[in-house]
């Protein structure tokens, strides 16, 4: 895209230092822990080692006796007040505190309310509780076979753990498709449980002033005002009215969906706040945050692909068992239990697709968020790619041919897929070749046939993934009933400086500096001159917030229509002062000039101090819109990653050798915010490929609830990626925009996976589930008896 504004204004296309990072790298943020307030309480939890078990007995009194404890919370307490359940997101419900009994290790048991944090965490250690452990379903396999213990008995109709059943596409069209099918491949794949791990664990303070009756909430939430609403509408029978509950999402360290849920911890605060008129503090440590937090993923898909024998693609079906933990508190639009999984026919032109996914209940934390994903996308990518590998493979054709020959066509968007999305723009086949001639494609191939006669193992795996990203337009998206749409308001000041604030909120991401370049490309203001405010309810426009790449394509649409906006009247004020008709003006980036007298001109700053000084008689002083943007599709962003592996037959160790990403996010706002993005996002797409699970043991104690053994990937685990773009726009966004921020990691672990299956066909493996440890490729490689 061409530049339109100089380096000064700093519109789209212009790699402006982020205007977060001087407050950052100084440490100077402001996070949720960093608030401080007087007579403020701590808050600690008390956790249960049973996965399930019944609540006999709470015993306070050695957590009262300690110096500082104040009170000991539980369940019974929460109880008189009705707030011991809460809703979840996805309309089922989840316990704040316990009354009868734990549904999973870790699980929230009792809360001590303390003068320090110190004395809050030896209150918890001396809480004592007896419990009567209960029989532990943690395979959701066995969780739906007749006869397993039905573990929601709080459901008084509920007789087996099956949550729903949910179906897509045409079932008759696609069996047929399968008859009809010269190949067929099929593969069951498993996508572990992980979770995000931020940086910041999650937290909030609640102080609920009751001289006023005004509760805020400092929270680490990435969707402040639709918390508010549901503060509101869980808590209004105890007095808390919208009005009066202010949620302030401050600086927050990550996010990546694991902050969108609201976690009993929160709750508790705000009740011992309200209960005390006290400020009350609830940070959760590292292991808590991991263990006891919305995970992700855990998905069990049994998929099949079929073709003809000319290698053309013609259907996918799949089979998906999802489990939800004890509650289904996945952070979806309500239309889509299983989130955007149905946009598994990925960047391939399949005639008919059906999936069917059925949620079940286990003895594990809830939840079903998405790490750094569009609602499931990454389980979608990874199975259509896994998928697409195995038939290229099958059939003997080079997985690049393969994927050029069955990809959607740019002349045929937008792109209707079997499974009902309109797919709004894409070059699939530019930007594999991009990544085929960025890595040497040809040449790799020739060095693995070269390495594979002398016994060395070596693999190249592809990715073309298409993600579907900007939740969403209104009448298919909504969360608990709330719109997808989101919000951007401006006001410009006299002296042309201005202030935007969104409905969104950053945890990283930069929009203090891509949103002020949006606005500076539509009004030529220098975006060092807009100050961007996020999260915010007592200020902010109402919005959804940020998750699933939305800001961009939803808010960023917001900022350039209500820049817009008052670009419009800015022209009325400018064709006043320079005495002539509206019609006869031109816009360049920060000024309106007459037609054929480009020395007639006036500034946007010089419109501005007249919108204040010197506006036309009958027209509202001031220069200020805002817009809550419906997005009429979502935006498909796409990319084409090259992965290569060298594997040692010895250790089973798996080395990332190069990387080649090639994104295509339409239009770019900030190239170098956008490369941050991507390179941040490889890395948390390497680590659920190779590293990252959480487990559970028969009796449902968990395995990967610390970092010794929940590994993330260091500087020294991660590769170099090379990064490259193709620009393909979206034509519905107003800049021609998509988001970007989770492709990497919903594109890069079926690479890297393809590519150690690539080393190892020739032995005869044909899927490795993720993370692919060195312990797995050491006993596959034994199995299929190579020598160490
Ligand atoms: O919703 P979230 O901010 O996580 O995701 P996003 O909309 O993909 O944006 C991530 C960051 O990349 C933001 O700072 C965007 O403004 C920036 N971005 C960009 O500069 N150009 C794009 N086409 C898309 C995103």
Redesign the pocket.
């Known amino acids: 895209m061409a530049l339109r504004t100089s380096p000064e204004v700093g519109g789209m296309g212009h790699s402006l230092k982020r205007k977060e990072d001087p407050r950052f790298i100084r440490g100077k943020g402001t996070y949720v822990d960093d608030v401080q307030l007087p007579g403020m309480l701590y808050l600690d939890i008390v956790r249960s080692p049973h996965a399930h078990a019944k609540i006999k007995k709470i015993d306070s009194t050695k957590a009262l006796a300690v110096p500082g404890v104040l009170a000991v919370i539980t369940g019974e307490d929460l109880a008189k007040y009705n707030l011991h359940w809460m809703p979840t997101l996805m309309s089922d419900t989840q316990m704040v505190l316990p009354v009868e009994k734990v549904m999973y290790q870790a699980q929230e048991v009792a809360a001590v309310l303390a003068t320090s944090r110190y004395a809050a965490a030896d209150g918890a250690a001396a809480v004592t509780v007896d419990y009567e452990p209960l029989p532990v379903v943690v395979d959701p396999k066995k969780a739906l076979q007749p006869g397993a213990p039905v573990l929601r008995t709080d459901k008084k109709d509920k007789k087996d753990n099956h949550i729903w059943h949910w179906e897509w596409g045409d079932k008759a069209a696609t069996d047929r498709a399968f008859t009809e099918a010269s190949v067929t491949v099929k593969e069951d794949i498993y996508l572990p449980r992980i979770h995000v791990a931020s940086i910041e664990t999650c937290g909030c303070i609640a102080h609920f002033d009751k001289i006023d009756g005004k509760l805020t909430v400092w929270m680490t939430t990435q969707a402040p005002h639709a918390i508010r609403t549901v503060f509101a509408l869980v808590a209004g029978h105890v007095g808390l009215a919208e009005h009066k509950i202010r949620i302030i999402s401050p600086d927050i360290g990550g996010g990546f969906g694991g902050k969108v849920p609201v976690y009993p911890g929160y709750v508790i605060a705000v009740a011992a706040s309200v209960l005390t008129g006290k400020p009350v503090k609830w940070i959760e440590d590292r292991m808590e945050n991991l263990q006891a937090d919305s995970f992700a993923r855990d998905y069990h898909i049994s998929a099949e692909l079929a073709a003809r024998q000319d290698g053309t693609l013609t259907a996918l079906r799949i089979k998906t068992i999802a489990d939800h933990g004890y509650a289904d508190a996945a952070a979806n639009p309500s239309k889509f239990p299983a989130g955007l999984f149905h946009v598994c026919t990925g960047s391939y032109d399949l005639k008919s697709a059906h999936i069917e996914v059925d949620g079940a209940y286990t003895n594990k934390p809830p939840g079903g968020i998405a790490y750094r994903c569009s609602f499931r996308v990454t389980e979608a990518v990874h199975t259509i790619e896994r998928m697409v590998d195995l038939m290229a493979h099958q059939l003997g054709v080079d997985p690049a041919d393969f994927r050029m020959k069955n990809f959607v066509k740019p002349e045929q968007f937008p792109y209707k897929s079997a499974l009902g999305w309109e797919y709004d723009s894409g070059n699939y086949a530019g930007a594999l070749r991009k990544a085929m001639d960025t890595i040497g494609y040809a040449e790799l191939r020739r060095e693995q046939a070269e390495k594979r006669k002398r016994g060395v193992l070596m693999g190249v795996g592809i990715s073309s993934f298409t993600e579907i990203?900007g939740a969403g337009p209104s009448k298919h998206f909504d969360i608990l009933g709330l719109k997808m749409f989101d919000s951007c308001e401006i006001r410009v000041h006299p002296t042309g400086k201005a202030i935007a604030r969104f409905g969104?909120k950053?945890?990283g991401?930069?929009?203090e500096?891509?949103?002020a370049?949006?606005l500076a490309e539509e009004l030529g203001i220098p975006a060092n001159d807009i100050q961007v405010e996020e999260g915010d309810t007592d200020t902010a426009p109402y919005g959804l917030g940020?998750?699933?790449?939305?800001?961009?394509?939803v808010a960023?649409a917001a900022a350039a229509v209500a820049a817009r906006k008052v670009r419009d009247k800015a022209r009325k004020i400018a064709a006043y002062l320079l005495e002539v008709a509206e019609d006869d003006l031109v816009w360049e980036p920060g000024k309106f000039s007459v037609k054929g007298a480009p020395g007639k001109s006036k500034t946007i700053q010089d419109i501005a101090f007249a919108a204040y000084t010197n506006h036309p008689q009958g027209m509202e002083a001031g220069l200020e819109a805002v817009s809550y943007y419906d997005p009429p599709n979502l935006t498909y962003?796409f990319g084409s990653y090259i992965c290569v592996v060298d594997i040692d037959s010895g250790t089973g160790e798996v080395k990332v050798r190069r990387f080649v990403a090639i994104d295509d996010?339409?239009?770019?706002?900030?190239?170098m915010?956008?490369q941050g993005?991507v390179h941040g996002g490889l890395t948390m797409g390497l680590a659920p490929a190779l590293f990252e699970e959480i487990s559970y043991d028969e009796i449902g104690n968990i395995r990967g609830g610390s970092f010794i053994d929940y590994l993330l990937p260091t500087a020294v685990e991660t590769p170099k990626w090379e990064t490259g773009h193709t620009v393909t726009p979206s034509p519905h966004h107003p800049l021609g925009?998509?988001?970007?921020?989770?492709s990497a990691t919903v594109g890069a672990p079926a690479a890297i996976a393809n590519a150690v299956v690539d080393a190892l066909w020739h032995l005869g493996v044909r899927h490795v589930d993720i993370p692919i440890t060195p312990a797995k490729v050491w006993k596959l490689l034994r199995e299929k008896g190579v020598k160490e």
């Open positions: 990203v969104t950053s945890q991401q930069g929009h500096t891509t949103y370049q949006i940020t998750y699933a790449s939305r800001s961009t394509p960023g962003p996010c339409g239009n770019i706002i900030n190239p915010i956008v993005q925009a998509k988001g970007v921020g989770e």
